[in-house]
């Protein structure tokens, strides 16, 4: 499978997140680009999830419908176009890191893939909903990791 390169000019790939991106600390999506996407992608799908929240995945930002090019998205926007789906917490949108005071650093999954066919997904889809729609019509994906404590 290709790779896609993600990056930020919030944070370096397994660095600290600023608090700003948490959901204390002003609850903004980070700046984030992306390069080499395969040309025959039809939809690009963002993925930020927090593996380390309990027995299943918890989804901090879902973003279907993101047009290949151009390759990113400016801090607190999304993607022209594209589809913001409920966070975790319910709400629409980017939900900032939250962690449990006294935890070691939670992980912050940014995943992104670039799909053969537009995604289905259920109405309030859970991180392990979009792991199932995408397998099998994901010819590409990138990831980068942020990690956050409180």
């Not at 790779?3 to 700003?20: Q, W």
């Not at 027995?55 to 879902?62: M, S, T, V």
């Not at 992980?107 to 729609?133: G, K, M, N």
């Amino acid at each position: 499978m290709a790779g896609i390169m993600m990056r930020s000019t919030a944070f370096n790939d397994h660095d600290m997140l600023p608090a700003r991106f948490s959901r204390e600390g002003g609850n903004i999506s980070p700046p984030l680009e992306w390069t080499e996407v395969p040309d025959s992608a039809t939809e690009l799908v963002l993925l930020v999830e927090d593996p380390d929240a309990g027995r299943a995945p918890f989804l901090h930002w879902l973003v279907t419908g993101i047009r290949p090019f151009p390759g990113g998205v400016a801090e607190g926007t999304v993607p022209k176009g594209a589809q913001e789906w409920p966070n975790g917490f319910g709400e629409v949108g980017w939900g900032g890191p939250q962690p449990p005071r006294g935890d070691d650093p939670h992980r912050y999954f940014f995943r992104l893939y670039a799909l053969d066919r537009p995604l289905e997904l259920p109405d309030a889809p859970q991180a392990t909903d979009v792991h199932q729609a995408v397998a099998g019509h994901e010819f590409a994906s990138g990831t980068m990791v942020g990690l956050y404590s409180r």
